[in-house]
């Protein structure tokens, strides 16, 4: 007998869990989780203008010319919003498929502005894949310096290869060295020791932010217990990172979650036990949500509370944490 078609829910907002609700509304308050909820929708198509094959003046051109309407985003002038036509018409452009754009979404596209990588450094990308961030950082340094970009998913690794080669990131040239890697954290950390002037840790996470109502299986996997196994991996990341990463040395820590215990509780707990770490101000004109000042019994310390990044998620932009801390000389 042949199998039936399961039906989809597409457009059919379901309930999200009952806990998460609980925690959200401690969080933010009942009004302010009201709107966050409105948020846990499909997001427009945004992408990024790919500065290591083409320029604004190549790429809106020929997207206005193919009808293809877009908004710039204030915050960064290399993302743009797309208003109209669907992503499967973005991707079948050639600007698309030769990789002067990347698809990818806004608030990704924060870390690497955080880390602010400059031409001549000595970078790492602890969990690259599928490269996003990779690709927008080698940009940022104008592909001169070193890089090294890490996975080790062999599936993500090999997307990550891919996304690297098409996107330019590959070229050789005299000033640019570029590395892939497929290990564990802790297992490149004995390979670097106070090696790299920059390190992005866009950590694994529970993705709250990325919950969507109408797909229950973005929030189908969550659980309290999960948030706990996730908290665990990124401290052993965290401290990977801290032992590779030079004095003087900047660390971005991200994650696309609400949960404290992956956030605020984290970095608290990380420099607690690190007294040659500080958090920095992040100076970015972006959507800001509240710094949660207590979660539990723990309230939070005053730099992680006045320094820390919340971004407010919106129609357009999902929720996401980020905090950059300088490692002391």
Not at 192 to 201: A, E, H
Not at 217 to 225: I, L, M, V
Request: proline fraction near 6%; aromatic fraction near 10%; include cysteine.
């Amino acid at each position: 007998m042949a199998k039936k078609k399961k039906k989809h829910s597409h457009g059919v907002r379901k309930e999200l869990p009952e806990k998460f609700v609980e925690r959200m509304t401690a969080l933010f308050g009942l009004s302010r989780f009201r709107e966050i909820e409105k948020t846990f929708v499909g997001r427009p198509t945004t992408f990024r203008i790919n500065r290591l094959k083409a320029s604004s003046t190549e790429v809106i051109p020929f997207l206005s010319s193919h009808g293809f309407k877009v908004q710039k985003i204030a915050w960064y002038p290399d993302a743009y919003v797309l208003l109209n036509k669907s992503k499967r018409e973005l991707t079948e452009c050639h600007i698309y498929a030769e990789g002067k754009i990347y698809i990818q979404s806004l608030a990704s596209m924060v870390p690497p502005l955080v880390l602010e990588p400059k031409s001549g450094d000595r970078v790492l990308d602890l969990t690259a894949a599928p490269g996003s961030k990779t690709s927008q950082i080698t940009a940022l340094m104008g592909r001169h310096g070193e890089l090294v970009a890490n996975d080790k998913n062999k599936i993500r690794f090999f997307k990550l290869k891919h996304n690297m080669e098409l996107l330019g990131v590959t070229d050789e040239s005299p000033e640019w060295q570029f590395t892939l890697r497929m290990e564990h954290g802790a297992q490149l950390s004995r390979e670097y020791t106070d090696y790299f002037d920059k390190i992005l840790l866009d950590a694994p996470c529970s993705a709250e932010a990325r919950f969507d109502t109408t797909d229950p299986k973005s929030f189908g996997y969550w659980s309290e217990r999960k948030i706990k196994e996730m908290a665990y991996t990124q401290r052993i990341l965290l401290r990977a990172a801290w032992h590779m990463l030079r004095p003087g040395g900047v660390l971005v820590y991200s994650t696309c979650t609400f949960a404290p215990e992956e956030n605020e509780v984290q970095v608290q707990k990380f420099l607690d036990r690190t007294p040659d770490a500080s958090v920095e101000p992040i100076v970015l004109d972006i959507p800001r949500a509240p710094i949660v000042h207590a979660f539990k019994a723990l309230t939070f310390r005053d730099d992680v509370r006045t320094h820390a990044l919340r971004i407010l998620p919106t129609p357009q932009i999902e929720g996401f944490f980020v905090v950059k801390i300088k490692k002391l000389s």
